[in-house]
Every structure is written in structure tokens, then in C-alpha cells.
């Protein structure tokens, strides 16, 4: 079992590097729009996000995109560092631990909070503002993945739940 444990800890660090460099990317090509004015932040947007967009949308609300596209993502961090400790816990205490099932809960719900805001995110910009009704089906398979993981870990955290208590009653039994 710890191979596993490790093997997913490997997963989720290497996905913790991964949002952090993709932060540092949207910050640089944000910090050069405000630097470099002469170009179009929005037609960015539109050629990074939104590929088959029809129209391009005003500078303010490709700002607004980004920062709450930077914050999901900020957020989908807290999470893998939740559940990076979540993963230490089982190593070092053991398959069931005190408020485990409180840990799952958190992560699982915050992935599918993630999955719905993204989606969300990406069908309001791109139907609404950039005129791209493709986004709907190309950000469904990110959806359905963080959305079935979440439904996973909340189910994963019913379990641990009854193991909580199943070991608490073993523990008084004499």
C-alpha cells in the first residue's frame, strides 16, 4: 500500500509544480500586456483559450477572465496541498485516521467546486463574449474528470467515515 501512496504523492506534487508554472505563465503574459500595451491582452485570450472564437472581447473583461482564471487555479492548489497532507497522514498513521472523512469531504467538494466554476468560467466567456460555442464540448473532458474525482473522494470519505467509527467502537471493546 505505500508504494501506492507514494506513487500518488508523486502524482500529486508533480501536478502542485504543474499549476504553480502554469500560474507563473499567466502572470509573465499578464505583466507583459500591462507593460506592453500596444498589444491586444483580449486577442491572447482569445488564441490561448478560446481558439475557434468568432469575435474578440474588450481588454476589461479578458482581465477579469484571467484573474479569476488565476484564482480556480489558486484555489485547485489549495486542494492538492490538501489532499498532499491528506496522503501523508495515511503513511504515517495508518489506512484510517481522527477526521479523515473531514479531509475527503473538503477535497472532493473543492474539486467539484473547481470543475464547476471552470466550466462555468469558460461557457460564460466564450459563448458570451468571445462567440465560441466549440469551448462547450473542449472543456467537458477537464470538467467530467475533476467533477468524477470529487464525487469519488466524497464517496471514498462515506467510507472512511464508518471506518472511523468501526475503529473507535474496536478501540473501547476490551
Known sequence: MKWHLNILLLII???IIGIIILGIIISFDLASSITNPE???SEKIKLDYFQDAKDT???IVAYVFIAIYLALHLFLLTKFVSTNISIK????RGLIYKNQNKDLRNIGSGFILFAKLKY????????????????LIDALPQFLLFYVLG???LMISLISAEGELIKQENELTV
Open 89 to 92: 497522514a495515511l503513511l504515517k
Open 151 to 153: 464525487k469519488i473522494l
Open 39 to 41: 498589444t491586444s491582452f
Open 57 to 59: 472581447s474588450s481588454e
Open 120 to 135: 462555468s468560467l469558460l461557457m460564460i466567456s466564450g459563448v458570451f463574449f468571445y462567440n465560441d460555442i466549440t469551448v
Open 13 to 15: 506534487n508533480l501536478s
